[in-house]
């Protein structure tokens, strides 16, 4: 069974920057792809960035075109999100979520999903 482990949230000043990990273990590791998603108080869940884990194609939400970044490590099993410029309206639960299928843009396709970590952003 696939687990996976974020880290790296936390509080940090509107302007400034965090570098979210997540590392996946416990099992072969196929994932089609791995994604970020966020949901803050009294929202949905919201894809942020999603990455295919052979091919490398990348996703932005819009919101956050230009600032995020999304990263992998195929030898570590490791998919990163570099959160340059925060904004308070970043502030959210940060979770990351792999997905088996191609339909990679989906949330409601992303079957592991790990605990979350918080990412506060004052102003």
């Known amino acids: 069974q696939v687990q996976l482990v974020e880290s790296g949230g936390g509080l940090v000043q509107a302007g400034g920057s965090l570098r979210l990990s997540c590392a996946a273990s416990g099992g072969a590791f196929n994932a089609y792809a791995v994604a970020w998603f966020r949901q803050a108080l009294g929202q949905e869940r919201a894809l942020v960035a999603a990455i295919t884990w052979s091919g490398g194609r990348r996703y932005y939400a819009t919101p956050v075109k230009d600032r995020f970044t999304i990263s992998k490590d195929n030898a570590k099993n490791t998919v990163s999100l570099q959160m340059n410029s925060l904004k308070p309206e970043d502030a959210a639960f940060y979770y990351c979520?792999?997905?088996?299928?191609?339909?990679?843009?989906?949330?409601?396709?992303?079957?592991?999903w790990g605990q979350g970590t918080q990412v506060s952003v004052s102003s």
């Open positions: 979520a792999a997905t088996t299928t191609t339909a990679w843009l989906n949330g409601n396709d992303y079957k592991y």
